[in-house]
């Protein structure tokens, strides 16, 4: 290399976020132009064929069979770059929002958060990686700073879960800068709302993850164990058909409900009240009304669940569309919308990752 090409030497721009969901691989690879996050390309490898099961169905797959399906999954979407971002599991995560005495140091106040946020962690301290954020406050603030509390979020992960993740990285030859919980990377990526409350309804294939954020930040987070393979096997008992064939069914009916299968509406039902529990159990906390609701994961694509989504919220309800976050040409923009709430998070990986450079 001569001394000009060094000094002109391209810095790598392009980025991969990479969502290790329960049922599939999702990654997607953004390069940075002119300050627009560029979409290289993206793909999607299903889990369950890799440890003898079926696609759309949750799998628990070890460190090694998951770097085998990432490989094949990089291979197969032509990935250039291994400079990544990863996603970890929110059923892997504990957060709590707690409220802690105000100090108008910042180093005491650090000191504060870290010793108050042991008491909140059920395993020992050692144990976890911890973080936390401090919740901005709207409104005026008093002067009285000492009598005040902050609302702090404390986030911690298990070394287990991070060293797991490492290990399927390291197999898939790829370098990871950062490893983050799923519930961050979805916002970045699908709620543009700055100030009022959003309710967000991640429904993956395993669990149905329900957040609120509020000003950009989380303000309450729950998940449940009902998913869209709940729905896949609803239509494979009631029918008698194979899980692949109700796969199919599923994807292809929608929420309507067919007589001649299993109501994909059940599911739903339990999902949607559930959520609604947590809204108005927000609401009436907060005393601020949730100003929408954003359905994501692959469960989001399910044909006309919006429409039926706001019948049962009766507040402005849309469809994750991550993508449009990214550029990309005009012709493949309604398949973009189309497959968007299922690559949230590798979106919102990618996105991060991307500010790095
Ligand atoms: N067009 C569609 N209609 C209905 N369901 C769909 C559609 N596309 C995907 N799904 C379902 O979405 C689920 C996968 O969603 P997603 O990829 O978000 O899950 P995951 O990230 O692997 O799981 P989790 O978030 O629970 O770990 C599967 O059960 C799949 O059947
Ligand atoms: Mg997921």
Redesign the pocket.
């Known amino acids: 290399m001569s001394f000009l090409d060094s000094l002109f030497a391209k810095k790598e721009q392009s980025v991969l976020g990479v969502?290790?969901?329960?049922?599939?691989?999702?990654v997607v690879q953004l390069r940075k132009e002119g300050g627009k996050a560029v979409l290289e390309t993206y793909g999607?490898l299903a889990?369950g064929p890799y440890g003898g099961g079926e696609?759309?169905?949750?799998t628990s797959l070890s460190a090694e069979q998951i770097s085998e399906t990432l490989r094949d999954l990089l291979r197969e979407a032509k990935v250039t770059t291994k400079s990544s971002g990863v996603s970890i599991?929110?059923?892997r995560s504990l957060l709590s929002l707690v409220n802690l005495p105000y100090r108008k140091n910042k180093d005491e106040q650090k000191t504060i958060i870290e010793l108050e946020a042991r008491k909140y962690i059920p395993v020992p301290i050692g144990e976890v990686q911890l973080d936390w954020f401090i919740v901005p406050k709207i409104g005026p603030k008093e002067s009285d700073g000492e009598q005040q509390t902050v609302e702090v979020l404390i986030v911690a992960v298990h070394n287990d879960e991070l060293a797991t993740l490492q290990q399927v990285m390291k197999g898939a030859d790829l370098n990871a800068s950062f490893y983050e919980i799923?519930i961050f990377s979805t916002i970045r990526a699908v709620v543009d709302e700055p100030i009022k409350p959003v309710l967000v309804l991640?429904?993956?294939?395993?669990?149905?993850?329900i957040y609120v954020i509020e000003q950009g930040v989380v303000a309450f987070s729950h998940s449940i164990s009902t998913?869209?393979?709940d729905?896949?096997r609803a239509i494979s008992v009631s029918s008698g058909v194979s899980i692949s064939r109700a796969?199919a069914v599923?994807?292809e009916q929608?929420i309507g409900s067919d007589p001649e299968h299993g109501s994909?509406e059940l599911v739903f039902s339990r999902i949607f009240s559930e959520a609604r529990r947590v809204l108005m159990q927000y609401e009436t906390t907060s005393k601020k009304s949730i100003s929408s609701v954003v359905l994501?994961?692959?469960?989001?694509?399910?044909?006309s669940?919006s429409a039926y989504a706001r019948n049962v919220f009766s507040i402005d309800v849309h469809v994750a569309d991550p993508f449009s976050k990214t550029e990309a040409p005009a012709f493949m923009r309604p398949i973009l919308e189309?497959?968007g709430?299922?690559f949230?998070?590798a979106v919102g990986l990618a996105l991060r990752k991307l500010a790095e450079i």
């Open positions: 969502d290790i969901g329960s049922s599939s691989l999702k999607e889990l696609v759309g169905q949750a599991p929110f059923s799923e991640d429904i993956g294939a395993a669990s149905t993850k998913g869209s393979q729905i896949t796969e599923k994807k929608g994909p994501t994961g692959g469960g989001g694509v399910t044909r669940l189309d497959i709430p299922e949230a998070v």
